[in-house]
């Protein structure tokens, strides 16, 4: 929770952030553009939004589970 608001407070006094993480909750939650690695090629850009519903994202990353996908909201 900490490193979540570090990261927002820093993105509001204007600063970018570089953030590589895997865990794609946190992701969706402090970023406001995203972009997707597949072993080492660009697979997807775009926002939190259009990344959860990306079908090439959710299906390597995320399963097909589209319910599992739309429980992450911006």
Known sequence: ARLMATVKELGSAGIGVL???HH???VVEV???VVVL???QLLATGTPAEI???PEVMS???GTDVT???EVTR
Do not use: Q
């Open 19 to 21: 953030m590589i993480e």
């Open 24 to 26: 794609f909750n946190l």
């Open 31 to 33: 970023c406001d553009d």
């Open 38 to 40: 597949n072993k080492g």
């Open 52 to 54: 959860t519903t990306h």
């Open 60 to 62: 390597v990353y995320l």
């Open 68 to 70: 599992r996908c739309t």
